[in-house]
């Protein structure tokens, strides 16, 4: 039972690359988060899917795009990556959408964008 | 602008001690709120919650307690241990359920 996978834990970008994030769990949750850790700003909510087959933006959605694959998989995507989107990027997921239910993380990617 | 609020980006403590760890919040409609913990290169894992109803929640050597008046949550850990040497973050949320996260508290036990 690995809980929540990411993909790549490192990257490097330049300026205008594309790439996507990958993120899956094997714990059959319906709910999927996508959010990113910047120094003094803590974890900030870039965009979620309450169930398979849906999205919906959270509080940073511009310059992301995402795609909920299946019920395991869900990706974030940076069309034209920028220096400001140099983060570190954490994937979630709970059993519902509903806030009682507990976040599982996985461990991060690191990304640079130069 | 930072809704929830971390004053202290660092704290130690002495081994057997009490840890406290505070939070602060300015929108008064938060009403649910979480603290998790995080080691380095790991995801955060959730720690403890407390509903607005409340203004303490208990569980094992960690209690929250909730200021509602003062807009104002902290986090007891006692006795500290080594192990709880991590980075706590608190998070808040409104009815709407996106939680707002604080920016970390990176607490060291000294053994």
């Known amino acids: 039972n690995a809980g929540v996978t990411q993909t790549p834990k490192f990257q490097v970008l330049k300026t205008g690359q594309s790439m996507t994030l990958q993120c899956a769990q094997d714990m059959n949750h319906n709910s999927m988060y996508w959010y990113r850790q910047d120094p003094g700003m803590g974890l900030r909510l870039i965009y979620y899917s309450a169930s398979e087959g849906t999205t919906d933006k959270g509080e940073v959605p511009n310059g992301y795009n995402v795609s909920r694959l299946n019920k395991r998989e869900f990706s974030l995507r940076l069309e034209s990556a920028a220096p400001s989107q140099t983060s570190v990027y954490f994937c979630a997921s709970s059993e519902s959408w509903y806030r009682t239910d507990t976040q599982y993380f996985g461990p991060g990617t690191r990304l640079t964008v130069l | 602008d930072q809704q929830v609020k971390q004053n202290s980006p660092s704290l130690s403590v002495q081994e057997g001690r009490i840890s406290i760890l505070n939070c602060d919040y300015t929108?008064?409609?938060?009403?649910?709120f979480l603290w998790y913990k995080k080691y380095p290169a790991e995801g955060p894992t959730f720690l403890i919650s407390i509903s607005s109803i409340k203004d303490k929640n208990e569980d094992g050597r960690f209690t929250v307690f909730l200021n509602k008046s003062a807009k104002h949550l902290s986090l007891h850990i006692v006795p500290s241990q080594p192990g709880d040497s991590a980075v706590y973050f608190c998070a808040a949320s409104a009815a709407g359920n996106q939680f707002y996260f604080g920016t970390g508290t990176s607490l060291t036990v000294i053994p």
């Open positions: 929108n008064s409609m938060f009403d649910y």
